[in-house]
């Protein structure tokens, strides 16, 4: 029962925010009495919490799927585009600007695995790439993943507006492309366009 009410939760958070959502209305969506509900979660910060809990960890599982799942380090970020960044993109950025200032321990959380799990991603998938010689070997691994990773966390987790268009998958997968066109060798593109199957992505990009 725990577990179903935090998937009604999150549905109802993802799409409307955390603050407008109210305990009594996640009761009566649930069917249930209120009563029963903070037996389950003492307050909304712990049903909060567990929620992100249970993101994080599925988060990490997506990204240990992928490494483990694909032959190089193009291939893993085609699988990182439909797999863990697109999970980020269910949230609105009101969930993510309502996360930050009412529930300030759950949004710490969020951001240390965006800074630890997330960045250490992005530097092991760019020190991979370089040496199988699908990323240019004359880069500064520090500066490109520091460069990476603040683009997915602006994109991603727009926390001074709520006024930022919601990322829809697409929109991960053209910030990738576009970056990483940049970084890689001739090799590595013809790779970058056949798992993305972007045939005229060089006319595009640099148009």
Known sequence: MEEKL???SRSLFSKYGIKSISMDEISREAGISKKTLYQFFTSKEELVDKLITQFITEHLALLEEC???S??????ISKRVKGPYSLLT???PTFYFDLRKYFPMSWKR???HFRSDVQKAIRVNIEKGMEEGLYRN???IDFITHLRFHQ???SILPVETTELPQLRPENIEDLTLHFFYGITTL???ELLESVFSKKDFKEQILA
Do not use: H
């Open 90 to 92: 269910e949230f609105s």
């Open 138 to 140: 004359d880069l500064n």
């Open 152 to 154: 997915l966390s602006y």
């Open 6 to 8: 935090i998937q009604l």
């Open 67 to 69: 490494n483990n799942n």
């Open 110 to 112: 969020v951001v240390e």
């Open 187 to 189: 090799k590595g593109r």
């Open 71 to 76: 032959g190089n380090a193009v291939e893993i």
